[in-house]
């Protein structure tokens, strides 16, 4: 027999206020493991309840609500340019790539490399160009930089290369002062950046419910600086959280509430997005399968628990388990990239250029994800239903047998109603054959070439970036 299911409906307001109230008494009766005394101290005296032995902190709910209030609802996230700000809690979806990674793709040799600091540049050069992905998250680790400089050549590089927004992780609170001073320089003084801050950063609490000194004071810098900052719990369903999907989600919950109070207690009004990286494995194979359905559906589920607090929600979508750009990776970035906007995620990373389970980059996927992206964007667009679109007047005036293709109407909407894709092929077979027989993946990679070449130079002033260099000894171009 076939299997039949009913049609989708989004989650209700019932099991959305379950997985809140699971998640709230996480919090209110196991807690928070907080590995730092001074951090617990402050929590004590900020009202939380916190037990020293065992280093848990226990969150009140009626203390949590009045923490959470104080988190802003509405924020920018400023490009340099002020042409990309990305308004965050007005009911918009932004889409952005994921970081991080090790690898990326030779599409010459079909293998993989290990990740440098000219792919740093490169791929923030790739974000520049391409409208779909709002704001830049830093791409890669860059192999051949040494540790200690590793978050300020990172920054220097994205900076350089595209006026987006620039999002970054932090491995240490060296790394998140090391991008305030210098994109205090190029911003002109710590005032003008803290009164536009065009950069922001990530860090993750440990799943199971616990968040180490390292993030603490990462999130206490940002916090106290300015910088807008996510504290993205990151658990795995099976393994670092329950099997089930609602108690994967419960958990998450409550880990990223903690991580928007903690904020609040060391900065009340700090900018913090609502975290949310959940994922599943194959329990068959224990393969971490970032790329799965299950890991889609609780992305968006998530969605609607950071919209309970009106808060901005930093989501994943677009993640696949091909390790090329292919049918699976179509096929798996697509749905999930749609069913976490459809929900209404504010940021949606890993959204372009991520591959194997978000272990890899292509530079031809960002290029296909941009696309993609635009079509979802016409999805949420929907259709406009008006006087005007109805079209009533020209449909009589064409009557029986007649073409609209010359019509006014046709003309006034022909660039509003559709998408037109780059990179599809809508040819028909002949003239596609006699081009060579293109297709996303080859248009992508002449694309990518493209831009690369008309973007080799970098973006900022050189009075900047003799100040930077001067201030900053181990920089390098990437």
Known sequence: MGITSQFYRPPTAEHIKAVDLTGRRILGESGIRITDRSCLDELRRAGAAVDYDSE??????????????????????????????????????????????????????????????????????????????????????????????????????SFNHTTKHVMGGCDHVHGAEQMWKLASIVAGGEEKFRERPFASVITNPISPLTIESTTLSILRFCSTHGIPVTCAPAPIAGATAPATLAGTLAQMHAEALAGVALTQVFQPGAKVLYGAVPSAMDLRTMSFTMGSVETALMNAFAVHLAKLYDLPIYASGGTTESKRPDIQSGVEKMFSSLLVAMAGGDCIHLAAGMLDSCNSISYEQYVI?????????????????????????????????????????????????????????????????????????????????????????GLLDRTVIAAITEAFPGLRNG
Request: net charge negative.
């Open 56 to 157: 848990r902190v226990r969150f009140p709910g009626d203390w949590l609500d009045d923490i959470l209030q104080t988190a802003p609802r509405r924020f920018v996230l400023y490009s340099r340019d002020g042409r990309n700000d990305v308004h965050l809690g007005e009911g918009k979806v932004h889409f952005t790539n994921g970081g991080r990674v090790f690898q990326i793709l030779n599409m010459a040799t079909g293998g993989s490399r290990r990740t440098m600091l000219r792919d740093v540049a490169r791929t923030a050069a790739l974000v520049d160009r391409l409208d779909n992905i709002r704001f830049y998250i830093i791409a890669c680790q860059a192999h051949d930089i040494d540790a200690e400089n590793y978050h300020l050549n990172d920054f220097y590089n």
């Open 369 to 457: 994800d941009n696309e993609v992206i635009g079509m979802i964007h016409r999805v949420l667009a929907g259709i406009e239903v008006n006087e005007e679109t109805l079209a009533f007047d020209v449909v009589n005036k064409v009557g029986p047998g007649g073409n609209y293709v010359i019509e006014d109407h046709t003309i006034e909407h022909m660039m509003d109603e559709y998408f037109y894709p780059v990179l599809a092929v809508r040819s028909n077979f002949d003239i596609w054959e006699g081009r060579g027989r293109p297709d996303m993946l080859t248009r992508a990679h002449d694309m990518v070439e493209r831009i690369l070449e008309e973007n080799s130079d």
